[in-house]
């Protein structure tokens, strides 16, 4: 699954829906857009989005990072 993090950057809605999906499939590609990233790395917003979820994430590549289920 692949979700996008646009310009209003990690709302709520964006949390819940990752948590949903790391409980349906254990493993959600997050694709953070430029709007998202205007003044932050993308580590900064894969960590920040990691603890909200109780995720692992892998290294970016690109704009993308792969959260994984805590096990």
Same mark, same amino acid.
Do not use: C, H, W
């Given at each position: 699954? =692949?979700? /996008?993090?646009?310009?209003?950057?990690?709302?709520?809605?964006?949390?819940?829906?990752? =948590? +949903?999906?790391?409980?349906?499939?254990?493993?959600?590609?997050?694709?953070? %857009? +430029?709007?998202?990233?205007?003044?932050?790395? +993308?580590?900064? %917003?894969?960590?920040? %989005?990691?603890?909200?979820? /109780?995720?692992?994430?892998?290294?970016?590549?690109? /704009?993308?990072?792969? %959260?994984?289920?805590?096990?």
């Amino acid at each position: 699954m =692949k979700i /996008n993090v646009g310009k209003k950057g990690i709302t709520p809605e964006i949390v819940e829906e990752i =948590k +949903r999906q790391l409980k349906a499939y254990g493993e959600v590609r997050v694709r953070f %857009l +430029r709007s998202a990233r205007a003044d932050r790395s +993308r580590f900064e %917003l894969a960590e920040e %989005l990691a603890e909200k979820v /109780n995720a692992i994430f892998e290294k970016p590549i690109g /704009n993308v990072v792969t %959260l994984r289920r805590k096990k």
